[in-house]
T-cell receptor, first 119, second 115 residues
Framework: AQKITQTQPGMFVQEKEAVTLDCTYDTSDQSYGLFWYKQPSSGEMIFLIYQGSYDEQNATEGRYSLNFQKARKSANLVISASQLGDSAMYFCAMREGAPGETSGSRLTFGEGTQLTVNP | GAGVSQTPSNKVTEKGKYVELRCDPISGHTALYWYRQSLGQGPEFLIYFQGTGAADDSGLPNDRFFAVRPEGSVSTLKIQRTERGDSAVYLC?????????????FGPGTRLTVT
């Protein structure tokens, strides 16, 4: 069974600094995808970044990058130049299956990390 | 274009009553998902539709929960004989299709409170 672990219930960072949010995963599948979502206090889940298990390069999207270490089964999110609007809950999630496959379409989420950006 | 919408945004009901929660996915998205999020936790999968059919309903907690998507667009999650433990935020998401590559876009959720 797939499992996502986020060991940091809360993190604090100063505005304009970088922060790393940890995520480790467990799966027996060779093909899977890793996702990060942001959930502000309004409640909506906002997609941030995706990493496929066969992708050779770490994914980047603007200020977000994913530090993917396959052998260690970790997929940490790095936010550079933090902004006050980055304060939110962050969830790491995984779905099993290779690109093009519909099997294992569900997302399995971790318990989240509450990030607070201080001015 | 319009995102995923869910109605109602809040629902308060008495224990034992029946409720329906509605999800309107992004136009053209064939895959639709329901998740449940309890306070302080990550969302938990309930059911996944590919088109009109439920491709995976293994996350439904018991037979009081049922969902339909009769025309392959709007979906309704139905909960019979509600219990206080059903109180949570119910999130709907849609995806271009059900393949592993595409991200899921979430709606704002319906907060269900069973008194």
């Amino acid at each position: 069974a797939q499992k996502i672990t986020q060991t940091q219930p809360g993190m604090f960072v100063q505005e304009k600094e970088a922060v790393t949010l940890d995520c480790t995963y467990d799966t027996s599948d060779q093909s899977y995808g890793l996702f990060w979502y942001k959930q502000p206090s309004s409640g909506e889940m906002i997609f941030l970044i995706y990493q496929g298990s066969y992708d050779e390069q770490n994914a980047t999207e603007g200020r977000y990058s994913l530090n993917f270490q396959k052998a260690r089964k970790s997929a940490n999110l790095v936010i550079s130049a933090s902004q006050l609007g980055d304060s939110a809950m962050y969830f790491c999630a995984m779905r099993e299956g290779a690109p093009g496959e519909t099997s294992g379409s569900r997302l399995t989420f971790g318990e989240g990390t509450q990030l607070t950006v201080n001015p | 274009g319009a995102g995923v919408s869910q109605t109602p945004s809040n629902k308060v009901t008495e224990k034992g009553k029946y409720v329906e929660l509605r999800c309107d996915p992004i136009s053209g998205h064939t895959a639709l998902y329901w998740y449940r999020q309890s306070l302080g936790q990550g969302p938990e999968f309930l059911i996944y539709f590919q088109g009109t059919g439920a491709a995976d309903d293994s996350g439904l907690p018991n037979d009081r929960f049922f969902a339909v998507r009769p025309e392959g667009s709007v979906s309704t999650l139905k909960i019979q004989r509600t219990e206080r433990g059903d109180s949570a935020v119910y999130l709907c998401a849609s995806s271009l299709d059900g393949t592993a590559t595409y991200e899921q876009y979430f709606g704002p959720g319906t907060r269900l409170t069973v008194t």
